[in-house]
């Protein structure tokens, strides 16, 4: 390799590494439960004060971050701007949205759609119900698939292989006492997701919360994700959920067919 060559090489290693710091920070400021103090990223950032300094100004310039009036960092309204337009444009979600308001509309409660993303479920879209429930999903957010419905789903659809691959050495979290407790417990349970056609979660993320939710997967098997109807476990009772359980396969099933004939090969 000459010269010009190499430089060139080092000069697009030094950019990537920069700029893997930078969303490195986004995702820092971005996860966290509210706007962060400077020592607070600090202390979980490997950079020196002086460079996080001027990485988190970038960031600002750019209005990626902001800083409120308590000097603590924030999300900015660019990035947000950015986010909203890669959810609008996302064709799958496209694909599904009319079928999510479909659901809602029968059942008068939450529908949510997300994607399998390694052992975590990704939520794509969200539809509130009439009666609005306070919940931690929100589009985007990202939960534990193990202990939610949309998860367990998704999860029915790998093969026995790629099942036992992701969930190997899963630390598995008690969010509630319904939570399961170890990859045996799951794999049962997917055993029955299968057979069944559904899942549910039955408090097991969030106490007071239920669902009922179906699998959705493209006919490669390159996407897995799923679509499910939620409710206050005072209001969504098991013979509810049973009821709902038919119109969230049809839901997905409907996802699935216009995913063929929208997503499909072009000819």
């Known amino acids: 390799m000459n010269s010009e060559g190499a430089n060139a090489n080092d000069r697009r290693d030094r950019e990537t590494g920069t ?20 020592t607070d990223i600090l202390s979980l950032s490997d950079q020196p004060r002086g460079t996080l300094h001027r990485q988190l100004s970038h960031l600002v310039e750019e209005g990626l971050l902001e800083v409120d009036r ?30 999510l308001h479909r659901l809602q509309e029968v059942t008068g409660e939450t529908v949510h759609l ?3 993303r390694g052992v975590e479920v990704i939520y794509l879209d969200k539809v509130e119900g009439r009666q609005s429930v306070r919940m931690y999903s929100q589009i985007g957010n990202a939960s534990p698939a193990y202990c939610t419905g949309v998860g367990k789903a998704a999860l029915s659809s790998l093969d026995d292989a790629e099942l036992a691959a992701r969930i190997a050495g899963l630390e598995f979290r008690a969010y509630t006492e319904h939570t399961l407790g170890d990859a045996s417990a ?10 069944r056609g559904y899942a549910f979660d039955l408090e097991e993320h969030e106490s007071g919360i239920c669902c009922v939710a179906a699998p959705i997967c493209s006919d490669d098997r390159h996407m897995l994700a799923g679509v499910s109807v939620t409710g206050p476990a005072y209001r969504v009772t098991s013979q509810k959920l049973q009821a709902w359980a038919p119109l969230a396969v049809a839901a997905a099933d409907s996802i699935m067919m216009d995913m063929r004939n929208r997503m499909g090969p072009k000819r």
């Open 19 to 38: 700029l893997g710091k930078l969303v490195s920070l986004l995702d820092v400021v971005a996860l966290a439960d509210g706007p962060m103090r400077f």
């Open 70 to 99: 308590d000097g603590r960092y924030l999300i900015g309204l660019r990035l947000l701007t950015l986010a909203s337009r890669s959810w609008a444009r996302n064709e799958f979600r496209a694909i599904a949205e009319p079928h």
């Open 114 to 116: 997300g994607v399998l």
């Open 186 to 195: 799951l794999l049962s349970n997917i055993s029955e997701i299968r057979a």
